[in-house]
């Protein structure tokens, strides 16, 4: 995964790099062709100068800071929490199949506090109930079964801690939007109220500002639904991966006590 977030990082790099090097070669280029054709073609030019980054940052300032900076609040902060849940199932996953193929040859040729030593060298939660279960094998296998289901749970709760203000990040940002908009077309019947006139020119800038609050509310949480989606399907193949292998360790322990 760090991989993954490097060549991400230098793609977006490259990219942002590539911009600006065509953006500024297309200058150049059409300066030049400018000095030397008609004045049209020059008049064209600041044109194809502006980028997608520009007119997104033209947009989001036309916007008005008010509800524009709340919702970008959101996007910083939703990310922000995405990102690291996602470094962290990430390594938190574990290859159980490998795991468990180790814990059964050490059990077999060691015991189990040779398993416990396999255990506490491996990082992640299956990991983790597995210790917590080969360290009651002396009380019994019922005893192993509750301390595993039991950390089971604790595990659990780590994997989904914070997920919970993603979610209200999504659904804050279209509404924060949604408000906006609202406030936007009050103003521009206030505006219509003071002057006594139906002229376009008056609620045209309200009612384009109440629609960027709305479309900027709904790119965010769409950005943030799908890291969503993401987290909650990690932690569903690593719960799955938990519950398959709390069942296979009692299995290793009843054979282990035969």
């Not at 959101?74 to 996602?86: N, P, S, V």
């Not at 199932?89 to 015991?111: Q, R």
């Not at 396999?118 to 009380?139: F, H, M, W």
């Not at 949480?221 to 398959?244: C, R």
Request: net charge negative.
């Amino acid at each position: 995964m760090k991989r993954l977030f490097s060549i991400l990082a230098i793609t977006g790099i490259m990219a942002f790099g590539t911009v600006n090097a065509t953006t500024t070669a297309t200058t150049t280029t059409t300066t030049t062709v400018a000095t030397m054709t008609q004045d049209d073609d020059a008049a064209a030019a600041p044109a194809e100068e502006v980028g997608f980054h520009q007119k997104l940052k033209k947009r989001f300032i036309e916007g008005g800071p008010e509800f524009m900076g709340i919702v970008l609040l959101c996007l910083i902060l939703g990310l922000a929490i995405a990102i690291e849940r996602i470094i962290f199932l990430n390594l938190s996953t574990t290859n159980t199949a490998k795991l468990t193929k180790e814990v059964e040859d050490a059990l077999a040729s060691g015991g189990v506090e040779a398993a416990k030593e396999v255990c506490r060298n491996t990082k992640g939660p299956v990991a983790s109930i597995y210790y917590q279960g080969l360290d009651r094998t002396d009380e019994g296998l019922e005893a192993v079964e509750k301390a595993v289901v039991a950390y089971g749970g604790v595990q659990m709760g780590q994997l989904e801690k914070n997920v919970s203000w993603i979610s209200l990040f999504i659904a804050l940002a279209p509404m924060l939007g949604f408000m906006g908009t609202v406030i936007g077309m009050i103003q521009a019947f206030d505006k219509i109220e003071a002057a006594g006139d139906m002229n376009p020119s008056l609620v045209a800038g309200g009612i384009k500002v109440a629609l960027l609050t709305t479309v900027f509310g709904l790119i965010v949480a769409i950005i943030l639904q799908i890291f969503y989606n993401y987290i909650i399907a990690k932690i569903d193949s690593i719960v799955n991966n938990m519950e398959d292998a709390s069942i296979t360790l009692m299995d290793l322990l009843i054979r282990n006590k035969k």
